[in-house]
């Protein structure tokens, strides 16, 4: 696969597995694993996930409509940048949100999360 | 080592941005060869081509008004990743235009960071 072709298939991977099996995204980080979410900064897979999943509420759609991806340098990794919206049940209007992520390789062959930076666009 | 990273964020943002509200052609000093920028979707490489497509952009003037910044420390030695959120003022226009752009600084041998990758887009509303 090409690079858009990868950053495309974790995008849809990432953004279904948030969606329907939030605590599943373990498997995404790894210990030195960074998320700084609307300026808290979390580090470590387990911590990473325990904030997920303890955002105030339960069911939530992400509608993706941008993705940018471009190699970060020599070791094969790769940025990824996100815009889309974030529909959460029960709330009429949905929120725009921006994200990046750094995607380092796996020796199996699959990447995880280094960096995780997600911001809502306020209008 | 934390707090260094958004020291360095901060002083990157305020530099870049002031660069480019005042001297759009002096932002080559931060781009190389290997520099990718992503603008809009198009995919641009490289120090000279970088600098040809903002010095092209469809206005003369803009002020950049930063919302927030986000850093953290990337795996390449000594790399930072950046997320800036904020408002692009052109003159003559009524609505600031909202955006948000990212940037993986790397260290230069003379203590320096340039950006070796670069992504912006509009928040469209």
């Not at chain 1, 897979?45 to 190699?71: E, G, M, R």
């Not at chain 2, 360095?8 to 920028?37: C, E, K, M, W």
């Not at chain 2, 990743?81 to 990212?102: A, I, N, T």
Request: charged share 15%; hydrophobic share 35%.
């Amino acid at each position: 696969m090409n690079p858009d072709e990868v950053s495309k298939a974790f995008v849809e991977h990432y953004y279904s597995t948030f969606d329907s099996n939030r605590s599943a995204l373990s498997n995404l980080y790894q210990e030195g694993s960074m998320l700084t979410f609307e300026g808290q900064k979390i580090q470590g897979s387990p911590n990473i996930v325990a904030k997920l999943t303890s955002l105030p509420f339960q069911q939530c759609k992400h509608h993706i409509t941008t993705v940018d991806c471009q190699p970060s340098g020599p070791a094969g990794g790769m940025l990824v940048f996100v815009s889309g919206n974030l529909q959460i049940s029960g709330e009429q209007h949905a929120l725009k949100f921006s994200q990046m992520f750094h995607l380092i390789p796996t020796p199996q062959g699959s990447f995880y999360v280094l960096n995780d930076i997600f911001r809502l666009n306020y209008a | 080592m934390e707090e260094q990273v958004e020291m360095v964020g901060r002083a990157f943002v305020d530099h870049y941005y002031h660069l480019f509200d005042n001297d759009r052609a002096a932002l080559s000093s931060l781009y190389q060869p290997t520099s990718i920028l992503t603008f809009e979707g198009q995919k641009i490489v490289g120090v000279d081509d970088i600098s040809s497509k903002l010095h092209q952009l469809p206005f003369d003037q803009s002020k950049h008004l930063i919302s927030t910044i986000d850093s953290q420390p990337s795996s390449s030695s000594g790399g930072i990743m950046v997320f800036v959120s904020g408002s692009l003022q052109l003159p003559g226009e009524e609505h600031q235009l909202r955006f948000s752009q990212m940037f993986h600084l790397i260290p230069t041998p003379q203590g320096s960071f340039f950006v070796q990758n670069d992504i912006f887009r509009f928040n469209y509303g």
